[in-house]
Nanobody
Framework: QVLVVEAGGGSVQPGGSLRPSCAAS????????MGWHRQTPGKQRDLVAT???????KYADSVKDRFSISRDNAKNTVNLQMNDLKPEDTAVYYC???????????????WGQGTQVTVSS
C-alpha cells in the first residue's frame, strides 16, 4: 500500500506565493522522479515540474523562473515553491511519484488526490 498526499494549496492574490507539499508513504523501496501536474475543468492534466532522485529539475515554460521544485529523499517529500502567481495558475495541483514498491519491486506512478490553488483579486 502506497499513499501520496498533498497539502498547502489555497487562495492568494496575483503576485502572491504558495508552497504546496507532497509526501509519499507506505511500502516504498525507492522513488524515482517526483513531480507536479495541474488541471482545470474540461482540460487535460498538464505537467508543471518534475525532479529526479538526483535533483535534476524540469519546468513547463509557463512557470519557469516563477516556480521551484525541491525534494527530500530521506523523507519522501516534494515541494513546489510558487512565486509571482497569476490568475492563469488557478488549477487543481496533483503530485505524482514514480515508486518502486518494497517486496515485489513493482514500478508505477502514484498520484495524490489534488490540492486547489486559486489566484484571484
Amino acid at each position: 500500500q502506497v499513499l501520496v498526499v498533498e497539502a498547502g494549496g489555497g487562495s492568494v492574490q496575483p503576485g502572491g506565493s504558495l508552497r504546496p507539499s507532497c509526501a509519499a508513504s507506505g511500502s516504498i523501496y525507492s522513488i524515482n522522479a517526483m513531480g507536479w501536474h495541474r488541471q482545470t475543468p474540461g482540460k487535460q492534466r498538464d505537467l508543471v515540474a518534475t525532479i529526479t532522485s538526483g535533483g535534476s529539475a524540469k519546468y513547463a515554460d509557463s512557470v519557469k523562473d516563477r516556480f521551484s521544485i525541491s525534494r527530500d529523499n530521506a523523507k519522501n517529500t516534494v515541494n513546489l515553491q510558487m512565486n509571482d502567481l497569476k490568475p492563469e495558475d488557478t488549477a487543481v495541483y496533483y503530485c505524482v511519484a514514480n515508486i518502486v514498491t518494497a517486496g515485489w519491486g513493482k514500478i508505477q506512478d502514484y498520484w495524490g488526490q489534488g490540492t486547489q490553488v486559486t489566484v484571484s483579486s
